[in-house]
């Protein structure tokens, strides 16, 4: 794990529909890092994930990814730069296949063997796809759906990978499977800031964690310590 800050987030703010969703806030993600953002539904955790990836405009603040500021910049470009995220709902697209879809997450790829390795590489990760490969992706299960979309963002080699709410609405099986793959993932060392409402799972997996209330980063600390931290638990874990 590295001291470098691949991304670096300051005095965001995002307001949409007269809504101050996100109301000014600072966090870093360094290099290597595993790092969660949790809190409540509408605490403003998809708004941040949002305005980093371009899809939502910052009304304030500043984005630096790698050292450069990125407001302004189109999802397409940063995932040149290697920043990709799998949205909430996921956005597979339905009425490719699977391999189609896998081929549409290199698109900044021009090597075609390099494509043809990465596509094994994510059917090892994921072997559920590869039996489906020419399933249309909207035939699929929810927690398929899910496996494809981060297979497909994997597609793109991303050195920083945002997870927005990837076990949101899976069976309890198909939870435990994306943990582990994002552990996985994790370990082969890209780095991944997640967005997840499932607090304890998240928390037990990462490095570091925000908590997000109102728009507001109100904790921060070791993952470990939120863990713990009887707050954290009253609020988010049921206890």
């Known amino acids: 794990m590295s001291n470098e800050a691949l991304l670096q987030v300051r005095g965001l703010q995002v307001a949409?529909?007269?809504?101050?969703?996100?109301?000014?806030?600072?966090?870093?993600?360094?290099?290597?890092?595993?790092?969660?953002?949790i809190g409540s539904n509408g605490a403003g955790k998809t708004s941040t994930?949002?305005?980093?990836?371009?899809?939502?405009?910052?009304?304030?603040?500043?984005?630096?990814?790698?050292?450069?500021?990125?407001?302004?910049?189109?999802?397409?470009?940063?995932?040149?730069?290697?920043?990709a995220m799998v949205p909430e709902g996921r956005g597979v697209f339905t009425r490719m296949s699977i391999a189609e879809n896998l081929q549409m997450g290199a698109y900044c790829c021009d090597d075609k063997a390099q494509i043809a390795a990465d596509t094994e590489r994510m059917y090892a990760?994921?072997?559920?796809?590869?039996?489906?490969?020419?399933?249309?992706?909207?035939?699929?299960?929810?927690?398929?759906?899910?496996?494809?979309?981060?297979?497909?963002a994997l597609m793109s080699r991303p050195?920083?990978?945002?997870?927005?709410?990837?076990?949101?609405?899976?069976?309890?099986?198909?939870?435990?499977?994306?943990?582990?793959?994002?552990?996985?993932?994790?370990?082969?060392?890209?780095?991944?800031?997640?967005?997840?409402?499932?607090?304890?799972?998240?928390?037990?997996?990462?490095?570091?964690?925000?908590?997000?209330e109102s728009g507001l980063i109100t904790l921060s600390g070791p993952a470990q310590t939120l863990l713990h931290d009887p707050a954290v638990r009253a609020a988010y874990l049921g206890e």
């Open 159 to 212: 050195r920083l990978l945002l997870l927005d709410e990837p076990s949101m609405g899976l069976a309890p099986v198909m939870v435990d499977k994306i943990f582990e793959v994002i552990r996985d993932v994790a370990a082969q060392g890209v780095t991944i800031l997640l967005v997840e409402q499932n607090a304890s799972r998240a928390l037990a997996l990462a490095d570091r964690g925000y908590v997000m």
């Open 49 to 83: 994930m949002k305005a980093i990836t371009g899809t939502l405009p910052a009304s304030a603040g500043e984005l630096r990814y790698l050292g450069r500021p990125i407001a302004g910049q189109g999802a397409w470009d940063l995932v040149r730069q290697g920043l």
């Open 125 to 152: 990760l994921f072997p559920r796809l590869k039996e489906r490969h020419g399933q249309l992706a909207g035939t699929l299960s929810g927690g398929e759906q899910q496996m494809l979309a981060m297979a497909r």
């Open 16 to 37: 949409y529909g007269g809504i101050q969703a996100v109301k000014g806030i600072d966090f870093d993600v360094r290099a290597g890092e595993l790092v969660c953002l």
